[in-house]
């Protein structure tokens, strides 16, 4: 954004004033999350970074917290781990499979009261959590299901699916629906051609929609604090228990493998995002 | 005659408008059918219950069921004077069976909330029950404490008779129904959730207004950018997007605590003295700081895909046509931008409005929002009907944004990432 050689005075520090508070911003946006980095390799107890760590002292850093978060005793991060990937690839398969089928029903111009149904398909997203939590606590309750991965599954897939409505809708916006028609023309029945040939190309929105309930079910905490018992433990809910009662390096550690983990999930998004749009014939 | 020589007919026949509509409903019947799974499943798992919220916060059978020969002997008494032996009676009776099932505890909670001092009056009479001798309940009951022989607590008792009550609407507006039936506000220093509504808004009100304010110069940035610096730079406001929530919040914490690196930083630049270094956490400021870095994500999207469609030669021909860069700006650019202005702060205000995490950690005790009041209720005092109550009011005022926010924006234009 280089300003044209004419620009007047003013202009000019207005333009490098407001670079300025852009910069401000995406720092505010930002840094926060590297605080975590550098102190969870702390080798003292404290939350603080250490002068050893100011003077970039090698032993002032260690992976003591790292140790401690996998070898610890009584360490709650190894149930805690196995539950959250065990809840989150379940209620992932059943909020992309649903919210799919929901999805290419929805997209049909002959679908019957399209804005209704829609808003209603994604109000788990706009609802407060701490209501969606409470209503799903008196089902799960009432069905028995309370404290067990399959109520928190069921809960899950519930504030999971309207991100795969929301996504696929999106991705069959654009969708040449005259080649469905040549498949069933060809003598392809509906199954197949969903499988062989819409599945295919709605691919890149639906593994996007399904990374959004992925994440979704993984940092959910409000309805599991609600559901869960002592062995459905999840990491959110560790961690929350863990920053309620003392803020231990452990949990900046395992700060910084979600971190890493959410890092790893934003590039796969962002190149199914390119994919999908090019795809879609969307060219930026 | 002319009419049906008209009409069109398909191969077999059968006219063509009847076959069309036949072929139309089909095609319904097949969308709607896709559908209905999800529909189904939501509608029984996460419809219904709230549904079912709405009837558990009118619900007030709780005491009705666990003193239910009370409730039948106090039908013939008028409430004007000490009631007559027969509900003396079947209130022994009826707590007796409480004691023995040790659910007497609830009852207790139940009564104080309508009228306080039930909870040692009722533990007295526990006590003092196991030598009671039969007949004359009345005298017996009333030699336990001067209370039980006063008519005011036998008439708070026979107020929670029916089954249907709006009190726990009343009570979360820190209203109660007094013993005339009038609606009344409790006192002055007893008024905590009025307290807490106005500080949800507030605080929804003010981090979307920053979330705004932030997010407009980077979102124009990130829409005006060459491609290659943009994309760089939608990393700094995706990463967040996916970071776990309490990722985000912890670091807040250990970015706003006393000896954390916000104060140092203060002190450094001398802003502060170093003994005396601000409490920015577990107070309102934290609240307000960490959840408008947390949304800010959801107000710089909608507006950045807004700004992409606008296209910069509009800015170029305002100018050209004698507006200065400000008056080209705020004639064209902003009128533009309005819609996805619109969809960010709705989405940012709808979140906010329900935020539960992040003040439960760093909002300490004037932090709070009424979620948390919710929670607290669920998880602490017990008392359901309350929490869905509140959770029933939070939820229409997000319904009435939602409402706006599906006619100004429609559900279907939500983008994500």
């Known amino acids: 954004m280089a300003l044209p050689k004419y620009t007047e005075a003013r202009y000019r520090i207005w333009h490098y004033f407001y670079i300025f508070i852009c910069t401000c911003v ?43 978060m996998i070898y610890g005793t009584k360490n709650p991060w190894g149930l805690a781990t196995k539950n959250s990937f065990i809840i989150a690839i379940f209620a992932t398969l059943g909020s992309v499979i649903l919210g ?56 899950h897939i519930v504030l999971g699916t309207p991100f795969v409505v929301i996504t696929v809708t999106a991705t069959l916006s654009g969708f040449d629906h005259s080649v469905t028609r040549a498949a069933s023309s060809l003598g392809s029945d509906p199954v197949n051609t969903f499988m062989k040939i819409t599945l295919p190309l709605i691919l890149p929105g639906v593994i996007s929609g399904g990374l959004f309930a992925f994440v979704t079910s993984f940092d959910e905490v409000v309805v599991v604090l609600f559901l869960a018992g002592l062995e459905n433990t999840t990491i959110p809910i560790q961690m929350w228990t863990g920053l309620r009662e003392q803020l231990s390096p452990t949990i900046l550690a395992v700060a910084t493998c979600l971190i890493v983990l959410s890092t790893l999930i934003l590039v796969t998004a962002e190149l199914l995002r390119r994919r999908s749009e090019r795809i879609r014939g969307i060219s930026r | ?127 003092k029950m196991k030598k009671f001798e039969n007949e004359n309940y009345k005298e017996q009951i009333m030699a336990v404490h001067k209370r039980w022989a006063n008519v005011e607590y036998w008439r708070a008792i026979k107020r929670r008779a029916p089954d249907i009550t709006y009190a726990k609407y009343l009570k979360a507006m820190d209203m109660f129904e007094n013993e005339d039936g009038n609606i009344s506000q ?93 409490e920015m956490m577990y107070n309102k400021t934290g609240t307000y700081v960490a959840m408008t870095q947390i949304l800010l994500p959801f107000m710089v999207l909608p507006l950045y895909s807004v700004m992409k469609t606008i296209s910069p030669s509009l800015m170029r021909a305002g100018k050209s046509l004698g507006g200065t860069p400000f008056v080209a700006f705020w004639k064209i650019y902003f009128p533009l931008t309005i819609p996805g202005i619109g969809a960010g702060c709705l989405l940012v205000f709808i979140l906010a409005i329900g935020y539960y995490i992040t003040p439960a950690l760093v909002g300490g005790a004037s932090g709070t929002l009424i979620s948390n009041q919710i929670a607290f209720h669920m998880k602490s005092t017990l008392d359901w009907s309350f929490a869905s109550a509140m959770g029933l009011m939070l939820l229409t005022g997000v319904l009435v944004v939602y409402w706006v926010y599906n006619k100004l924006v429609g559900v279907d234009n939500i983008k994500l990432g």
Not at chain 2, 33 to 55: C, E, N, Q
């Open chain 1, 100 to 155: 799919t089928v929901a999805a290419l029903g929805l997209s049909s111009r002959h679908m019957p009261y399209k804005g209704i149904i829609m808003a209603t398909l994604i109000s788990p997203m706009i609802v407060p959590l701490i209501i969606s939590g409470v209503a799903i606590f008196f089902f799960m309750a009432k069905a028995g299901l309370a404290a067990t991965h399959t109520g928190i599954i069921l809960a």
């Open chain 2, 186 to 278: 409790v006192s002055e220093d007893r008024r905590v959730h009025r307290v807490l509504w106005l500080r949800t808004l507030e605080v929804a009100f003010f981090v979307t207004v920053f979330c705004f304010l932030m997010a407009y110069p980077i979102a124009h940035l990130l829409a005006t950018l060459p491609m290659k610096y943009s994309n760089l730079l939608m990393i700094c406001v995706l990463l967040p997007f996916w970071t776990s929530l309490l990722v985000r919040t912890a670091s807040w914490m250990i970015l706003l605590q006393q000896q954390g690196i916000v104060n140092d930083f203060f002190v450094w630049i001398g802003l502060v003295a170093n003994d005396n270094r601000p």
């Open chain 1, 26 to 68: 995406f720092f505010f946006l930002i840094a926060p999350l590297f605080v975590i980095f550098p102190l969870s390799f702390n080798a003292e107890e404290f939350l603080v970074f250490s002068d050893g760590m100011k003077r970039l002292d090698p032993d002032a850093f260690s992976l003591r917290w790292y140790k401690d």
């Open chain 2, 1 to 127: 005659m002319s009419n049906e020589t008209k009409q069109i007919l398909t191969t077999d026949g059968i006219p063509l408008e009847v076959s069309l509509k036949k072929a139309e409903k089909k095609n319904k019947i097949k969308a709607f059918l896709l559908v209905a799974p999800l529909l189904l499943f939501l509608i029984i798992t996460y419809i219904f219950p709230i549904g079912d919220m709405l009837f558990r916060s009118v619900d007030d059978r709780m005491v009705t069921n666990m003193l239910p020969k009370t409730y039948k002997a106090m039908e013939k008494w008028d409430g004007k004077d000490l009631p007559p032996e027969e509900v003396f009676e079947a209130f022994y009776i009826d707590y007796k069976l409480l004691v023995e099932q040790k659910t007497f505890g609830k009852l207790a909670t139940q009564l104080n909330y309508e009228k306080n001092g039930f909870k040692s009056i009722l533990k007295k009479l526990k006590r």
